[in-house]
Structures are given as structure tokens and as C-alpha cells.
T-cell receptor, first 112, second 112 residues
Framework: DTEVTQTPKHLVMGMTNKKSLKCEQH?????MYWYKQKAKKPPELMFV???????INESVPSRFSPECPNSSLLNLHLHALQPEDSALYLC???????????FGPGTRLTVT | GENVEQHPSTLSVQEGDSAVIKCTYS??????FPWYKQELGKRPQLIID?????GEKKDQRIAVTLNKTAKHFSLHITETQPEDSAVYFC???????????FGQGTTLQVKP
């Protein structure tokens, strides 16, 4: 398997809901990332995990909570989001932190 | 803070012509420079990258050049084809943090 997969593809949630985004890779990569991308803008780094430990949190609000249960999985737990959090959430992975990053297809999130 | 500037924001060329996209970075510690292509509704796709110990890298119709002294790097696409139409993002990464700073993107349109 040479791809990063993400589920769900689309998600609509209310401001009081709790939901989770899932990312999976089976390439043996030891670094995984969450990015947020707004329309017509570049990806914006949110979190970096290295060897299943959080190494970078780009001052992301606590309503976004990442989790790395094992070396192949990365979750992003969402709670009490705001409409401005609507965006494409991209997961990426790399062999290690200074190697090429490969993106998943993203989850299109709409907060109503 | 860390910043990557990318120009032009839009670029329209005739099929068969060359296209050049330029980026400038601010962090002297940057040592990794990938380029991503993102088609509408798709994931960013890594198309070529270069590290700071190399001045130029080529892969078929795509080449990247790096001038560390001037903190410039550029993407060159020769013999452009309509399928090259997409948004192109440059990025700069430093050390082994895994953190990539993206440019604002260039929308390339190749007219048949």
C-alpha cells in the first residue's frame, strides 16, 4: 500500500457535535501530520507526530485534539467547532520528519 | 517569522511553452524545498524536491533550481501540456522538524 487514506471524505457537523477524522498509512512512515487548507490557500500545518509522539502543535485551538494510537493511524478529534473551521483537512506522512511528505485526499469539513 | 513568497499568483501559457514559478524564503536554516501540484478537488501531489546541498535537479520536463545565497528557488516546466494546469505550491522546510512553510500558490493555465 503506497497511499495515505482518510475517512470520511465529507463531514457536516453542528457546533455542538463531537466527531473524529481518521488517517491511515501502511508505508512504515514514522512521521504523520495534520494540515488545514482553506479554499485557494496553501496547506497550513496544525500538528506533527514523530514516532507516535506529538512534536509540533502550531498553537491550534484545543477544540482540535490529535491522537496517534499507533504508527499507522492518526486521528483528529473535533469538538465545539466554529463555522470558520470549515475547510479541507489533510493528513500527510513521511518516512521521517526530514523526508518527503505524501498527502491523503483530505476530509472536507463543513461546520453549521 | 518564517515566510515563503511565491510569484506569480497566476500564469497562463500556450501549450508547448515553458513556465517558471519563483519562490523566496526567509529562514536561513531552510534546507529542503519541495514543490506540490494540486488539481481542483485533489490532494497536493509532490512533483519534485531539492535539498540545500544541490543547485539543480531535473525530472523529465520538470526542473528545480536553488540559489541558497539569494534564498531563491524556482520551478521550471518545459513543453507544457494542458494536463499541467493546476495550482502549484512551493514550500521550505528546515532541520528535521517536519515543518513545511508553503508559498501562496500559483495557478497555472496551459491553453491548448
Amino acid at each position: 500500500d503506497t497511499e495515505v487514506t482518510q475517512t470520511p471524505k465529507h463531514l457536516v457537523m453542528g457546533m455542538t457535535n463531537k466527531k473524529s477524522l481518521k488517517c491511515e498509512q501502511h508505508m512504515g512512515h514514522r512521521a504523520m501530520y495534520w494540515y488545514k487548507q482553506k479554499a485557494k490557500k496553501p496547506p497550513e500545518l496544525m500538528f506533527v507526530y514523530s514516532y507516535e509522539k506529538l512534536s509540533i502543535n502550531e498553537s491550534v485551538p484545543s477544540r482540535f485534539s490529535p491522537e496517534c494510537p499507533n504508527s499507522s493511524l492518526l486521528n483528529l478529534h473535533l469538538h465545539a467547532l466554529q463555522p470558520e473551521d470549515s475547510a479541507l483537512y489533510l493528513c500527510a506522512s513521511s518516512q521521517d520528519r526530514d523526508y518527503e511528505q505524501y498527502f491523503g485526499p483530505g476530509t472536507r469539513l463543513t461546520v453549521t | 517569522g518564517e515566510n515563503v513568497e511565491q510569484h506569480p499568483s497566476t500564469l497562463s501559457v500556450q501549450e508547448g511553452d515553458s513556465a517558471v514559478i519563483k519562490c523566496t524564503y526567509s529562514d536561513s536554516a531552510s534546507n529542503y524545498f519541495p514543490w506540490y501540484k494540486q488539481e481542483l478537488g485533489k490532494r497536493p501531489q509532490l512533483i519534485i524536491d531539492i535539498r540545500s546541498n544541490v543547485g539543480e535537479k531535473k525530472d523529465q520536463r520538470i526542473a528545480v533550481t536553488l540559489n541558497k545565497t539569494a534564498k531563491h528557488f524556482s520551478l521550471h516546466i518545459t513543453e507544457t501540456q494542458p494536463e499541467d494546469s493546476a495550482v502549484y505550491f512551493c514550500a521550505a522546510g528546515s532541520g528535521n522538524t517536519g515543518k513545511l512553510i508553503f508559498g501562496q500558490g500559483t495557478t497555472l493555465q496551459v491553453k491548448p
